[in-house]
């Protein structure tokens, strides 16, 4: 079974920068496509950006050209760089990982979450 650890969160003025990062550890065959998704407070799960593992990108028009997601392989990571992060930037923040074990079967993994906050 596989768990997705992430770190990086915190309280961070407005304008200000983070970055999360999010490893996958346990055993398991591979990690395919890997996001961040986030739920604000009385707001439904959005995604934030995805990232496939040819390293194609997708993001939400609300976080385009402030916030970056790459990934590393040989570390089994993906992170989330974000820039000029505003109020309503603030949120729990969550991994996911399309993983494949090791039957060859697949299965979406998600982390614990890790709260962003945006404020003066």
Known sequence: ???LVE???GLVQPGGSLRLS??????FFSI???GWYRRAPGKQR???????TGGSTNYADSVKGRITI???????????QMNRLKPEDTATYYCNARV???H???YDAWGQGTQVTVSS
């Open 46 to 52: 959005e995604l934030v950006a995805a990232i496939t």
């Open 1 to 3: 079974q596989v768990q």
């Open 104 to 106: 060859r079967v697949r």
């Open 7 to 9: 770190s990086g969160g």
């Open 100 to 102: 494949e074990n090791n």
């Open 70 to 80: 790459s990934r590393d392989d040989a570390k089994n990571t993906v992170y989330l």
């Open 22 to 27: 999010c490893a996958a550890t346990g055993s």
């Open 32 to 34: 395919n496509d890997m």
